[in-house]
């Protein structure tokens, strides 16, 4: 996990002063933050995936599940970082929806 701690460091950093808040980061903004390029597979919805699988090597998530945040690609090279206790929005759709950061009970029916 060495070559992406930074970005967990970054998520922690980021929960603890701006008040547990979602953030959207650019794939150059992650490539600054690891002082790394991203791999091509970053590109595709499952190197985003949320959870570890068994078996293969997933360290890169590793940095955003254990700072506490669920990670969806919002477009080709925008990733967003959720806290955990924000998203509301992944059980039922098998985590394909990008979640509201705003809690599901202060959202407005829209019809």
Not at 29 to 46: Q, Y
Not at 74 to 81: A, G, L
């Amino acid at each position: 996990m060495a070559k992406y701690a930074p970005l967990g460091s970054f998520l922690r950093r980021w929960k603890r002063t701006n008040a547990g808040r979602s953030v959207d980061l650019t794939f150059t903004d992650v490539e600054r933050i690891i002082g790394a390029i991203l791999p091509r597979a970053a590109s595709e919805r499952d190197w985003w995936q949320n959870d570890m699988i068994i078996g293969r090597a997933c360290v890169h998530r590793a940095a955003w599940i254990d700072a506490g945040f669920t990670a969806f690609l919002i477009d080709k090279e925008k990733v967003q970082f959720v806290p955990r206790h924000l998203d509301l929005s992944c059980a039922a759709d098998g985590g394909k929806a990008v979640p509201s950061a705003v809690p599901a009970k202060e959202r407005k029916a829209t019809g």
